[in-house]
């Protein structure tokens, strides 16, 4: 069982920065892909980046060049640094634990979300 919880979201102006965290319980988490999604009202979740334990990255096209992944094993988090930001990255934001895909169906853990809103 892994529990998740994200944190750093809030209101940017765009142009600007934000970091999200996702704290992850669980002696397991090294094993785990781990990954960010992304839920904007009346739009389907869709896949932001991910992360295997090894350090292979995938990222969606829509954030590559201004968004990194990364995580810190020995304190069960990941991280998504997010720069240049953009009013269309607005979003709820989710950590999940699962495989290294893009694919949603092959996460098994998620978080509550942390908003992300950026302001034109």
């Known amino acids: 069982q892994v529990q998740l919880v994200e944190s750093g979201g809030g209101l940017v102006q765009a142009g600007g920065s934000l970091r999200l965290s996702c704290a992850a319980s669980g002696r397991t988490f090294r094993t785990y892909g781990m990954g960010w999604f992304r839920q904007a009202p009346g739009k389907e979740r869709e896949f932001v980046a991910t992360?295997?334990?090894?350090?292979?990255?995938v990222y969606a096209d829509s954030i590559k060049g201004r968004f990194t992944i990364s995580r810190d094993n020995a304190k069960n988090t990941v991280y998504l640094q997010m720069n240049s930001l953009k009013p269309e990255d607005s979003a709820l934001y989710f950590c999940?634990?699962?495989?290294?895909?893009?694919?949603?169906?092959?996460?098994?853990?998620w978080g509550q979300g942390t908003q992300v809103t950026v302001s034109s």
């Open positions: 992360m295997g334990w090894s350090g292979a990255r």
């Open positions: 999940a634990a699962g495989s290294l895909t893009s694919r949603i169906v092959n996460y098994d853990y």
